[in-house]
């Protein structure tokens, strides 16, 4: 009987020393049973290129780290330290480790991991009052502040002024070879040869309020609010003597929302959103017409992009909508962004496949599968992007921003 007491005791004793190391294994948690533990990051931020280290306690099982879900390959571990290299397809977003045995280490307590985006010099610094600026070559380009125009031929490293005596909010239309703007009188300025003269354009109506200005090789077109605050367009050929008012469809006679683009072939884009219509008219001023059942919200002003008859864009505050079909039909890609407060102000594709969007809030994203996906980066500071432009030429985007809490603005250039 006694023999029997002990040896279940022994089987009792040994199922609960199994048990309670079972127990203390699990607790262990971290690579291979062994605590883990990050003391420090030396950065969260950094440039494509830039070397990260991470510090911490037996850290030497991490398999990989992951910045917004892309696998980035450690280029040094050990028991103490870890670390990599900002990849080129690198984009802003939770830091992550993982190590061999699937153990995850989120290191959130810190925040999101920024790539930065690098940039060239500035082109121009302190620049009071700014409202608009448009570079058509990656040397050509001007600006507007304190009711005057200002004009670079050689991409920033000189300024010259080539009007004064502005109007408060000017607009203006850069093409390679032509210089169009909106003067203080409401008149509608031209100059061929660079801003060195200027002439007027015939025949403008000064009862009409200048809303958008849009010009493509030889053709102009203005959306303009009249009297009564509904909207005209107007068109000029180059060898036209006069402005001509077309007869606007049912649909846009009372819509101030429309937004107008060119596209290949000199035709141009005319949005309705109340109506969700899309026009086409071309040289002879005759209207195509397409009506979609896609309803596009959200969607900003003066932000439709057309690359030809079918393929366009519409830009919303997070995200844009894109047709194959010339606006038949459409649909939404969203964009995900640091912060809610943050929206997005631009975008732009160069070709089929390589584009660029832009921020307020600095956020640079960048694809190159046609939108599929994007790399979103951040220019490093803490000014809003006030106002972007882009040339193809050289694939870029000149940019000015601002402090938060104001001041003068600074003008500068991302490469793709």
Aim: negative net charge; charged residues 25%; hydrophobic residues 40%.
């Amino acid at each position: 009987m006694k023999k029997i007491f002990s040896y279940s005791t022994l089987l009792t004793f040994q199922f609960f020393a199994i048990f309670l190391f079972s127990c203390q294994d699990e607790d262990l948690g971290g690579p291979q049973g062994r605590p883990s533990f990050i003391s420090s990051v030396s950065a969260m931020e950094g440039c494509i290129g830039d070397t990260i280290v991470i510090k911490g306690q037996n850290i030497d099982d991490c398999l990989i780290v992951l910045i917004d879900g892309i696998p980035v390959m450690l280029n040094f571990v050990s028991e103490d330290e870890a670390s990599f290299v900002i990849p080129e397809n690198a984009s802003s977003g939770n830091l992550v480790l993982e190590f061999n045995d699937g153990i995850i280490h989120e290191i959130d307590d810190r925040g999101p991991f920024m790539i930065i985006e690098k940039t060239a010099d500035p082109i121009l610094t302190g620049i009071e009052s700014i409202r608009c600026f448009d570079f058509s070559s990656p040397q050509a380009g001007l600006y507007s502040a304190d009711n005057r125009v200002m004009m670079t031929k050689d991409g920033g490293v000189s300024w010259t002024q080539v009007l004064s005596n502005m109007d408060s909010h000017p607009l203006f239309a850069v093409t390679d070879d032509q210089i169009w703007l909106n003067e203080v009188d409401k008149q509608i300025l031209k100059s061929a040869d660079g801003g060195n003269s200027w002439e007027k354009v015939d025949n403008w109506n000064h009862d009409l309020t200048l809303q958008q200005l849009s010009v493509k090789a030889e053709r102009a077109a203005i959306i303009a609010l009249n009297s009564d605050q509904k909207p005209e367009l107007l068109t000029r050929k180059a060898d036209d003597k006069e402005w001509k008012m077309l007869t606007l469809p049912t649909e846009i006679s009372a819509n101030r929302n429309m937004q107008i683009a060119y596209h290949t072939n000199n035709h141009l884009k005319v949005y309705i959103p109340d109506a969700s219509a899309f026009y086409t008219v071309d040289n002879d001023n005759n209207w195509s017409y397409v009506k979609t059942d896609d309803v596009l919200q959200d969607v900003i002003s003066n932000s439709m992009k057309f690359r030809d008859r079918n393929n366009g864009l519409l830009l919303t505050t997070d995200g844009y909508y894109f047709t194959y079909d010339g606006g038949l039909s459409w649909n939404r890609r969203n964009i995900r962004l640091l912060s809610e407060d943050d929206q997005l102000l631009k975008v732009h594709f160069f070709n089929q496949y390589d584009g660029i969007i832009v921020s307020k809030d600095k956020g640079i994203l960048k694809t190159s599968d046609g939108g599929i996906s994007w790399q979103l980066r951040y220019l490093k500071g803490t000014e809003s992007i006030l106002e972007a432009d882009f040339i193809d030429e050289d694939k870029s985007v000149i940019i000015s921003i601002m402090p938060d809490g104001g001041g003068s603005a600074t003008i500068l250039k991302v490469n793709y």
